[in-house]
T-cell receptor
Framework: AQSVSQHNHHVILSEAASLELGCNYSYGGTVNLFWYVQYPGQHLQLLLKYFSGDPLVKGIKGFEAEFIKSKFSFNLRKPSVQWSDTAEYFCAVYRGGGGFKTIFGAGTRLFVKA | NAGVTQTPKFQVLKTGQSMTLQCAQDMNHEYMSWYRQDPGMGLRLIHYSVGAGITDQGEVPNGYNVSRSTTEDFPLRLLSAAPSQTSVYFC???????????FGPGTRLTVL
């Protein structure tokens, strides 16, 4: 069965620190990859997505992610976090070629100390 | 555009009761889905639909039914509520299967 793994469940950083959140998936075929963010009290919104092309994807609010096909990974990065980045981050994978399902990881709660 | 709307926002049920969570979108999206969000488990797919009249099971379909009679609406029915169904439920839609999903505000359900 397809699975999506996010390695860090809770991350605490100080403002201006760099961020990297890991995401790995278990399916080897064609995939669409997403990172969503859920700010406190709000619903999920898209940070960035990768379908094909340049494996380094830039999203909103200074976030970027790199698709490494050989490692089945799609890690999220930000060079300098802000207090307003405090949120829960979800990696999601859509498996092409059948199934029509987008599967989410368990999420990573990020707390940024001011 | 209202986007994806869900009602109710909050609901408390007793074990064994049934209810329907409503979801509607006004973006003419083909794909709609229901997820439940539980602490430490992320979002788990309950059911999804790739178009009117077509639905299929996700990861955790037991205890839930769906139907898609129109493009706009995708209600989720709890047949006989159980405490294990206490969760936050999100409806989402996308223009096509595999695209970015737009999420509703969620329904917080408590089953006593």
């Amino acid at each position: 069965a397809q699975s999506v793994s996010q390695h860090n469940h809770h991350v605490i950083l100080s403002e201006a620190a760099s961020l990297e959140l890991g995401c790995n998936y278990s399916y080897g075929g064609t995939v669409n990859l997403f990172w969503y963010v859920q700010y406190p009290g709000q619903h999920l919104q898209l940070l960035l997505k990768y379908f094909s092309g340049d494996p380094l994807v830039k999203g909103i609010k200074g976030f970027e992610a790199e698709f490494i096909k050989s490692k089945f990974s799609f890690n999220l990065r930000k060079p300098s976090v802000q207090w307003s980045d405090t949120a829960e981050y979800f990696c999601a994978v859509y498996r092409g070629g059948g199934g029509f399902k987008t599967i989410f990881g368990a999420g990573t709660r990020l707390f940024v100390k001011a | 555009n209202a986007g994806v709307t869900q009602t109710p926002k909050f609901q408390v049920l007793k074990t064994g009761q049934s209810m329907t969570l409503q979801c509607a979108q006004d973006m003419n999206h083909e794909y709609m889905s229901w997820y439940r969000q539980d602490p430490g488990m992320g979002l788990r797919l309950i059911h999804y639909s790739v178009g009117a009249g077509i639905t299929d099971q996700g990861e955790v379909p037991n205890g839930y039914n769906v139907s898609r009679s129109t493009t706009e609406d995708f209600p989720l029915r709890l047949l006989s509520a159980a405490p294990s169904q206490t969760s936050v439920y999100f409806c989402a839609s996308s223009y096509r299967t595999g695209d970015e999903q737009f999420f509703g505000p969620g329904t917080r359900l408590t089953v006593l």
